[in-house]
């Protein structure tokens, strides 16, 4: 039995339906002659209604096939017949600056620790391919995304000039690697083709790369070390501008 | 199995609703509630608690959002490291008058958005937000009551917390 005059906790118990029926009805006959508290409590049942309503929205969104139980005790029998035989790079990407706060996105990667700058790839593959990512920053007007990413690698080397090539930079990423931060800028020709640059440390064991280029798939990597950082220009091996491309990337 | 798949199945909406009110975004949010399932489908049997499945599924998903949070703030040190700001950081000037409650609710701290979801929203017993938030039912009341506290002032834009006091 609650007590008279009750407490907070009870006002609140009697918003949310917490209270046994006999508290309930003590409650609402104490509430009747004290106006001050019966205003209070009558808000939050207004916050509260008004908040379910404002929310009930939400509960209609399509159905997302990806999240059937099905479908993830399926996805969960391919993975353990794997055996699982490589290990899961988890890439976090955070929204810094703004009111927005943050987000985060885990993925699970193949990773292949043979074969250089692999993060940058698969960087490319989420961001500019499957357009998984949303932009950190995007460019407003010249110079803006060299000041972006000297915010964070203030020693990296200068954004490459694509202009020759008909590329431009347009947006920027921050994510998080097994190897350290890395920024990925994306830029973009006339006709809608995609090149990114990324730049990383080196990782803990200070792996610098020799000048070298390699195709994965339908991709292709340049990539370099330079100023204590690890980078890598990813273009797509049929674009056409790819040959042009690689003609003006004189670093 | 099957039985089991149609009560997550209904379940699932919710756990989408609580977890875009947590992340702020859908994308991540459906990334949450994936992780979340995958992680009470292979924890069912052994773990499996007594009481409501939704609480549990609740509880799963919270306690895998904070884990990544955590991460995301470990990250965001790492970015300080780099810039020597903190640009995460919102600053009094952003905060603004919200004219609905929904507005309102989205500009409260993530905690007491999930604490309102879930007991103004879901109606979880305070037990079973105790459970959940890994507190004491008396802290889960007071944090409820400052929540709530916190949503009004924003409605009703009363925007002058102590905090902004103190800097005048």
New interface residues.
Partial sequence: MISLPPN??DL??YV???LSDADRRVLETWLASHPDEAAQVR??QQ??Q???A??SG????PA?P?????M??QR?QRQSRRHLASAAV?L?A?S??G????????MTLVRSTMLPMTDALQAYRLIAQQG?LPADYKVDSEGDMQRWLD????RASRLPDLKAAGFEPVSGR?L?TDE??AAMVMYEDGRGHKVSFYVRPPGPKNTFLPRGSRSDGDLQAEYWSGGGYNYAMVSPVDTPAAQQLKQSLQF | MSEFDEQLREIIPRLRRFAVSLTRNSSSADDLVQASLERALSSWGDKRADGDLRAWLFAILYRQFLDAHRRSRRYARMLEFFTGRDDAEPSAERTVIARSTLQAFERLPTEQRALLLMVSVEGLSYKEVAEILDAPIGTVMSRLSRARQALRQLSDGEISSPSLRILK
Avoid: K
């Fill in positions: 907070e906790r609140h118990a949310d339906h917490q808000a939050w916050d509260a008004q908040l379910r404002a929310l939400a509960l209609q969104q997302n990806a999240l059937d139980p099905a993830i005790r969960r988890l976090i955070v810094v600056g009111f927005s706060g943050w987000q985060a996105r885990e998984m915010r964070y690698f203030t921050l998080s350290g931060p």
